[in-house]
């Protein structure tokens, strides 16, 4: 592998903004430096660097998307190998250099299906790197089904808990819980010992259920707001305890229809930033060119508002048309600063997951790099130090 220098950038490192700056990717692959501009004369570079101006461009972390089902007419319903290389191939194409497949509640032979088709592809992808996987159920609440298949939900069973890991194959790194249900606690505690996060979502918690969760590590939560017990002046359920307790991360859909613009910027006062992670939670006819649109074997149609609908029932939203890119860039048109928004897509879903050496730009941590301009144009995306997207001329 060679070396490359970028130079002339506006640098965000995954917590802070760094004006007319370079970056070196070692032979490696890794960062090897950031440095000023006003150094750039004096800094001496391996022969046959290759140099980048990027013009001013923003030179960020590959953004990382922690839950998602689908994109580009490829989805994780369709238990297919191949589908999960499709989605990891599209998925370059607007700035994300690592995610993880995100699987349905849905039939255990479905889900176990879907698994070992994700399982199958890891190693083999030509675009982002698939992280590991995200399991969104089958021990959710009935009663906060969103889009998940009724049939497929499921009491606590210790037993099917261990078979969906087994299944994985040690590349599950976390799945999503009702805290309410009666067994909780005991997977709770199998799940620190199998090393998985445990999120709080599709659940009908009050207040005291989430607090019972926290107390055997349930600290993290599924698209806030959706899907969860709601703010009551009596109990604040699901969403009063994200807000109240600040050791609580959550998850959060920047794309202004799951969450009113408002709502995440009222959600960025009241906790940290570390704690919270852009998703998109985007679905299989996400940017697919022609054809019909299908979500999880039902026809979606896309709607005004950007997020897809049951086709037989608009009034029933299936899930989010958003991707990183443009997730950050609603971020940014709301008023949050860049360097916060590019933390929520990077630096917090690496250090929720424990994903070593990603999500920042620090020297000896991977160049996993996303280049884009003002307008939000990839320009440049760099996996391990490999470009693998070069839209520079």
Same mark, same amino acid.
């Given at each position: ?10 640098i965000?490192?995954g ?22 501009m006003?150094?750039f ?6 022969p ?6 990027v ?12 839950h ?8 994780t319903e ?6 999960i290389?499709?989605?990891s ?42 992280l590991g996987i995200?399991?969104?159920g !089958?021990?959710i609440?009935?009663? @906060?089904?969103g *889009?998940?298949? =009724?049939?497929?939900?499921?009491? #606590?069973? /210790? $037993? ?18 009702a !805290?309410?249900?009666?067994?909780? @606690?005991?997977l *709770?505690l199998t =799940?620190?010992?199998?090393?998985? #996060?445990? /999120? $709080?979502?599709h659940?009908n918690?009050t207040y005291e259920?989430?607090?019972?969760g926290?107390?055997?590590g ?8 959706n ?5 009551h002046q ?6 009063? $305890? ?11 859909i920047a ?15 009241d906790?940290q ?8 939670d985007?679905?299989?006819p996400?940017?697919q ?20 609908h049951r ?5 029933v939203?299936?899930g989010?048309?958003l ?7 609603n971020?940014?048109?709301?008023e949050?600063?860049i360097?916060?928004?590019?933390q ?21 941590y ?6 884009f301009d ?9 996996i391990?130090?490999?470009m ?6």
């Amino acid at each position: 592998m060679g070396t490359t220098v970028l130079i002339n950038g506006t640098i965000v490192t995954g917590s802070a903004k760094l004006q007319n700056c370079g970056l070196f990717i070692d032979s490696e692959g890794n960062i090897g430096d950031i440095f000023n501009m006003k150094r750039f004369q004096q800094k001496r570079f391996p022969p046959g660097t290759e140099t980048i101006d990027v013009k001013g461009a923003f030179i960020a972390p590959g953004f990382i998307d922690t839950h998602i089902h689908g994109i580009g007419g490829f989805g994780t319903e369709d238990a297919k190998t191949e589908s999960i290389l499709g989605m990891s191939e599209r998925l370059a194409d607007f700035g994300v250099t690592g995610f993880l497949p995100t699987i349905y509640t849905d039939t255990t032979e479905r889900m176990l299906a879907s698994i070992e088709a994700t399982v199958a592809a890891i190693g083999e992808e030509t675009g982002a790197t698939i992280l590991g996987i995200n399991v969104e159920g !089958p021990f959710i609440s009935s009663a @906060r089904l969103g *889009a998940q298949n =009724a049939d497929g939900v499921k009491p #606590v069973d /210790l $037993a099917l808990f261990d078979k969906i890991i087994e299944a994985g194959k040690g590349h599950i790194v976390c799945m999503t819980v009702a !805290p309410e249900l009666k067994g909780m @606690r005991e997977l *709770a505690l199998t =799940a620190i010992k199998r090393g998985i #996060v445990l /999120l $709080a979502g599709h659940t009908n918690a009050t207040y005291e259920n989430i607090l019972e969760g926290m107390q055997v590590g349930i600290l993290h939560s599924t698209h806030f707001f959706n899907a969860m017990s709601r703010l009551h002046q009596r109990n604040p359920g699901t969403v009063g $305890a994200i807000l109240i307790e600040q050791d609580m991360q959550c998850e959060v859909i920047a794309d202004g229809v799951h969450v009113h613009p408002e709502l995440v910027k009222l959600l960025l006062k009241d906790k940290q930033v570390r704690n919270v992670v852009l998703v998109t939670d985007s679905l299989k006819p996400t940017m697919q060119q022609g054809g019909e649109l299908l979500s999880n074997k039902e026809i979606a149609i896309l709607s005004e508002d950007g997020a897809f609908h049951r086709a037989d029932d608009p009034d029933v939203m299936l899930g989010s048309s958003l991707t990183m890119l443009q997730g950050v860039k609603n971020l940014v048109d709301w008023e949050v600063p860049i360097e916060s928004a590019i933390q929520m897509a990077t630096a917090n879903p690496a250090r929720i997951y424990d994903m070593s050496l990603m999500g920042r730009l620090t020297p000896g941590y991977l160049a996993n790099i996303v280049v884009f301009d003002e307008d939000f144009i990839v320009k440049g995306l760099f996996i391990c130090g490999t470009m693998i997207r070069d839209n520079f001329s």
